[in-house]
């Protein structure tokens, strides 16, 4: 690694100790079963990210009118494909997302949500012990972006204790 590269990818907020925000970060914490605000960091930096993007876009317009719309579509075609926007959505509704939209995308959550898991911390040990895969895959990061064309193929592995129904630790509904 070469000196004075950047390997920090999020920003801290700019004052530690606001009640409210503190507040906030440890409700979003508990929801989506993050190890620590680093993770949450992350995300609102990721969501900065596609706002600055949306905002060099519709700033752009004025340009060369044929590149834009490209570029446009080819941002808003990448947003859709990983379940962030929906089909009909424009560069306006990007920046109205919230970090939930894209905390809702995260593999930990996709697992709870399917019923994978009992509890979002649970899904997080199944995924990190390496319970899950997508499409055949085995993912161990929590924190991996699901697309929509990959939601409907994340399951517990064909090695796992997991895929017996009886197994205790499996989700009561299924």
Same mark, same amino acid.
């Given at each position: 690694?070469?000196?004075?590269?950047?390997?920090?990818?999020?920003?801290?907020?700019?004052? /530690?100790?606001?009640?409210?925000?503190?507040?906030? #970060?440890?409700?979003?914490?508990?929801?989506?079963?993050?190890?620590?605000?680093?993770?949450?960091?992350?995300?609102?930096?990721?969501?900065?990210?596609?706002?600055?993007?949306?905002?060099?876009?519709?700033?752009?317009?004025?340009?060369?009118?044929?590149?834009?719309?490209?570029?446009?579509?080819?941002?808003?075609?990448?947003?859709?494909?990983?379940?962030?926007?929906?089909?009909?959505?424009?560069?306006?509704?990007?920046?109205?997302?919230?970090?939930?939209?894209?905390?809702?995308?995260?593999?930990?959550?996709?697992?709870?949500?399917?019923?994978?898991?009992?509890?979002?911390?649970?899904?997080?040990?199944?995924?990190?012990?390496?319970?899950?895969?997508?499409?055949?895959?085995?993912?161990?990061? /929590?924190?991996?972006?699901?697309?929509?064309?990959?939601?409907?193929?994340?399951?517990?592995?064909?090695?796992?204790?997991?895929?017996? #129904?009886?197994? /205790?630790?499996?989700?009561?509904?299924?």
């Amino acid at each position: 690694m070469a000196l004075g590269s950047n390997t920090k990818f999020y920003e801290t907020p700019n004052h /530690p100790y606001q009640g409210e925000r503190i507040a906030e #970060e440890s409700g979003l914490i508990g929801k989506y079963g993050l190890k620590n605000k680093e993770e949450l960091w992350r995300t609102q930096s990721e969501l900065r990210g596609y706002r600055r993007e949306a905002r060099k876009l519709l700033g752009r317009g004025a340009g060369n009118t044929d590149v834009t719309d490209r570029e446009a579509a080819e941002f808003l075609a990448r947003l859709q494909r990983i379940g962030v926007l929906g089909e009909a959505d424009s560069l306006d509704t990007v920046l109205a997302l919230d970090v939930t939209d894209i905390l809702e995308r995260r593999l930990q959550t996709v697992v709870y949500r399917q019923g994978l898991g009992n509890t979002v911390q649970q899904a997080r040990q199944f995924i990190s012990h390496g319970h899950i895969t997508i499409d055949g895959q085995q993912v161990r990061e /929590p924190g991996y972006t699901v697309s929509v064309a990959e939601e409907d193929a994340v399951s517990f592995t064909s090695q796992s204790p997991l895929t017996d #129904e009886l197994h /205790p630790e499996r989700a009561e509904d299924q």
